[in-house]
């Protein structure tokens, strides 16, 4: 993430999403934000748009650490540790 006063970088653990519901919820997510939609069948996600349907896997990132830095490049801030419960 970057802003002008912030770049944000965040580290994790990336899980692949599987199933039905929770592809569609991400689906839905992006549709909503991109206006990109994709179509779930057999488990699986496929682009209907270009030709040859190409499929795709979604990735859920479970954050472990980030660090801040200031849009100079020169200024960082603290790390931060993301507590799991």
């Given amino acids: 993430m970057s802003s002008e006063d912030l770049d944000l970088v965040v580290s994790g ?7 039905g519901p929770a592809l569609r919820r991400v689906a839905v ?14 488990g699986r996600v496929h682009d209907e748009t270009p030709p040859g349907s190409p499929e795709y896997t ?20 603290p790390r931060w540790r993301f507590n799991r419960t």
């Fill in 58 to 77: 979604f990735y859920q990132v479970s954050p472990v650490r980030a660090f801040g830095y200031g849009a100079d490049g020169l200024t960082a801030t």
């Fill in 29 to 42: 997510a992006f549709a909503t934000k991109y206006g990109w939609t994709f179509d779930i069948r057999d």
């Fill in 13 to 19: 653990e990336a899980h692949q999403v599987s199933g």
